[in-house]
């Protein structure tokens, strides 16, 4: 007999809440093979198994939260048959569509494996949630993958190359949220759907920096002229060159950068007492993922090119929104940019992503008439910009001054090569 023990998970992560069981008792198991998945503050991981055997107990049920170090289940040797599942009070899961969607980034071990008399397919929990969606059957999906894990663009790429086939699924479809009536009104019927783990961390989190925290924002706006030029000029010899489209991120992420090295209380963060005031320059960027607002970071921003910052943001974007990010993806940031101009926002205060002291928030790009001086008016591209900042250490005259060093980088590219 083994215990699957929770493993030590990240410096700042204590526990996590029992996902989804990817194993059921009476399963064969192999070592190195996932067992279950678990949701943390930050990120799903799936634990595996450390020894071959047949599952014999689940300890905890689907939406309990266990700790580092705790026993979650037992395996048992070779055929050993499984022992019934311990009696537990009736317990309110999650709905399985919210804790299932998060992904595990560390590194896989793929295998078919010999479940009773059929054949199973190792896929990712990602994976087999788009097979359920689209009804495919896993068992017939090809994978590239030398070990044979079947992978969520390996059902993408098979739903796109032929129909779609049946499949019974080996865990209950995912249900939609039950409706309950009010007690004073019948009439007014609501629906109450428990609320991720990662979604009640974003909360808190940002309740705590609101109570926390001396947050200002203070606001100004950039002519998009020059950077929208110079895309336009270079965009397809930089395509053609990096293999990477020229952003607006690599411009801003620039702009920051300069700005913080001349205004380093901004890239600062208060540790008891004590300011730490930070010499490197780790740019979170905040991305917008299905299960709720991430901000992986690009390490080092000031020692990358254009090109190499706006292929680190692709990459993690892409990370984040295939839930392949790990905990190592989201820590350490200094500095925070956020864009809700992808969305249409023309104006904003961004809260702080504490323990950082500043973010900046930028928006639409908007066409308006400005003032080119006492008798000319043009329309111009123009970006209301606006920077949250921690007033117990940044001065309104260094932020301020802050955000127009970031407005007279932009509006000066070429700049961006000398300072950024």
Do not use: C
Not at 43 to 65: A, H, M, P, R, Y
Not at 211 to 218: E, I, Q
């Amino acid at each position: 007999m083994a215990e699957i023990i929770v493993p030590e998970l990240a410096e700042s992560i204590s526990e996590g809440t029992i996902a989804q069981w990817l194993k059921q008792p009476g399963d064969q198991v192999q070592k190195g093979e996932y067992i279950v998945e678990l949701e943390t503050d930050k990120v799903n991981v799936e634990i595996i198994s450390e020894v071959d055997g047949i599952l014999s107990k689940q300890l905890f049920d689907e939406g309990d939260t266990v700790k580092v170090g705790e026993a979650i289940a037992v395996v048992g040797e070779g055929s050993e048959a499984a022992a019934p599942a311990p009696a537990a009070e009736e317990k309110v899961s999650p709905e399985p569509a919210q804790t299932a969607e998060a992904v595990q980034a560390a590194p896989v071990q793929s295998e078919q494996v010999q479940t009773g008399s059929k054949h199973k397919a190792i896929a990712s929990p990602a994976a087999r949630k788009l097979a359920r969606e689209k009804g495919i059957n896993l068992d017939a999906v090809p994978t590239a993958d030398p070990l044979g894990r079947v992978r969520v663009q390996d059902v993408a790429s098979f739903e796109n190359n032929s129909q779609p086939v049946p499949v019974k699924s080996e865990s209950p479809a995912p249900k939609a949220p039950e409706a309950v009536q009010t007690s004073d009104n019948p009439s007014k019927p609501v629906e109450r759907v428990k609320m991720s783990r990662r979604r009640q961390t974003i909360a808190k989190r940002l309740v705590e920096v609101q109570h926390t925290a001396a947050m200002l924002t203070t606001f100004n706006e950039v002519d998009m002229t020059a950077i929208m030029n110079l895309r336009n000029r270079r965009k397809d010899s930089f395509l053609k060159n990096h293999d990477v489209k020229l952003g607006f991120m690599s411009f801003f992420t620039k702009a920051v950068v300069g700005a913080l090295k001349q205004f380093p209380l901004l890239n600062a963060e208060i540790q008891g007492d004590e300011l730490v005031i930070k010499k490197f320059y780790d740019v979170g960027i905040a991305v917008s993922a299905e299960d709720g607002l991430v901000v992986p970071v690009v390490r080092d921003a000031d020692k990358l090119t254009f090109a190499e910052i706006e292929k680190e943001i692709g990459h993690l974007a892409n990370k984040a929104r295939s839930k392949k990010l790990a905990v190592s993806d989201l820590t350490g940031g200094t500095f925070t940019i956020t864009n809700g101009g992808t969305f249409g926002s023309l104006l904003s205060t961004p809260i702080l992503n504490a323990p950082q002291v500043g973010i900046l928030g930028m928006h639409k790009i908007q066409v308006r008439p400005v003032a080119i001086d006492a008798e000319r008016m043009e329309n111009r591209p123009m970006m209301y910009l606006a920077l949250s900042y921690d007033h117990r250490i940044v001065d309104g005259k260094e932020a301020v001054s802050f955000l127009v060093k970031v407005k007279d980088l932009l509006e000066d590219p070429e700049s961006l090569l000398l300072e950024g």
